[in-house]
């Protein structure tokens, strides 16, 4: 028995024309016990590749991309082998197919949590990311790039591998014309937030009611906390991050620390009124460094100004 089986990936490796021929496709070769725990594509999107690690002082720096881009996330279920362990073969395969590393970083000297959440990955629970133990690395061949993460649970390896051919529309999708979207995640109030943790890895607790500038949560009883703690209970192995956000207006240093203020009111409002295990739910800040519309009006101001649940973990034992 071999050590490692081949999972195949297409990536286009045509130049910047807007419709091209598919090359050969890339082997990666993982370890033997890799099962794809999600994947997903879009024929024409756009992806910020990260370059850089997250200070204090600024976000991450990262390259803008518009093309053809493929996901794909692995479990290595059982897997004993440290993130470096599991890391080091892939990086070699990379640069042997003639791939030049831009970036490549590990944990706290990436940025940590704030650098993780700057990440587009697949959400849990196809990729599991440990804030204390993970490893990055972003790619270019001519037109071509990738970003690799790799990160462990307990007893799992996981992998999440995103390709983007630049400038590239895939041709079987001639109706879908290459563009920009500006508003992640709007829409999302549609759906429960139970739905939108385990489709997305993220949602929005909408109706949240702070005081102009103070990070006490107003008294009260709000539908998205109630909803939250119902998944919750019916997910017992689950446990979330609550990512609290600011729209642009004063310093980031100050809005992080307002933010995370925030989230930890509503993980306090979680844990006393409905009684979710404080283990279970940690808070943290990021500022006005995600806004998921625009910040010159003050309607995309107040809804720049709120807390998401983010899913961590669930049954990865």
Same mark, same amino acid.
């Given at each position: ?98 791939? =030049?590393? +831009? ?8 940025? !940590?949590? @704030? $650098?993780?959440?700057?990440? %587009?990955? #697949? ?71 139970? =739905?939108? +943790? ?8 909408? !109706?949240? @009611? $702070?005081?102009?500038?103070? %990070?006490? #949560? ?100």
């Amino acid at each position: 028995m071999t050590m490692f089986r081949s999972a195949l990936l297409s990536i286009a490796l045509s130049g910047l024309a807007v419709v091209a021929a598919r090359a050969e496709p890339l082997q990666l070769d993982l370890p033997e016990d890799a099962t794809i725990s999600a994947s997903d594509s879009n024929p024409a999107t756009d992806y910020s590749l990260l370059t850089g690690p997250w200070t204090s002082a600024a976000p991450a720096s990262a390259r803008a991309l518009e093309g053809t881009r493929i996901d794909t996330a692995w479990r290595l279920r059982g897997n004993q082998q440290t993130t470096l362990q599991i890391m080091a073969p892939l990086r070699s395969q990379i640069e042997n197919a003639g791939y =030049t590393v +831009l970036y490549d970083c590990a944990t706290e000297a990436c940025g !940590g949590f @704030d $650098f993780r959440y700057q990440l %587009d990955l #697949l959400p849990e629970p196809g990729m599991h990311v440990d804030l204390g133990d993970f490893l990055y690395l972003a790619a270019r061949k001519g037109p071509e790039y990738l970003a690799l993460t790799v990160s462990r649970s307990s007893n799992s390896g996981f992998v999440n591998l995103t390709t983007l051919s630049a400038g590239v529309v895939d041709a079987a999708r001639p109706d879908n014309p290459l563009q920009i979207t500006t508003t992640k995640g709007t829409g999302q109030e549609s759906r429960p937030i139970g =739905t939108l +943790l385990q489709t997305e890895g993220h949602g929005v607790l909408d !109706g949240l @009611d $702070f005081a102009s500038g103070a %990070d006490e #949560l107003k008294p009260g009883s709000y539908n998205s906390l109630a909803a939250l703690a119902d998944y919750l209970a019916s997910a017992p192995e689950a446990s979330i991050a609550l990512v609290g956000h600011t729209d642009m207006e004063g310093a980031l240093a100050g809005n992080i620390d307002l933010s995370k203020r925030r989230a930890e009111a509503v993980r306090q409002r979680l844990i006393s009124d409905y009684g979710i295990a404080p283990e279970r739910i940690v808070a943290e800040g990021a500022g006005w460094l995600a806004p998921i519309t625009t910040n010159l009006t003050e309607e995309g101001r107040r809804t720049n100004r709120r807390v998401e649940a983010v899913l961590t973990s669930t049954s990865l034992e």
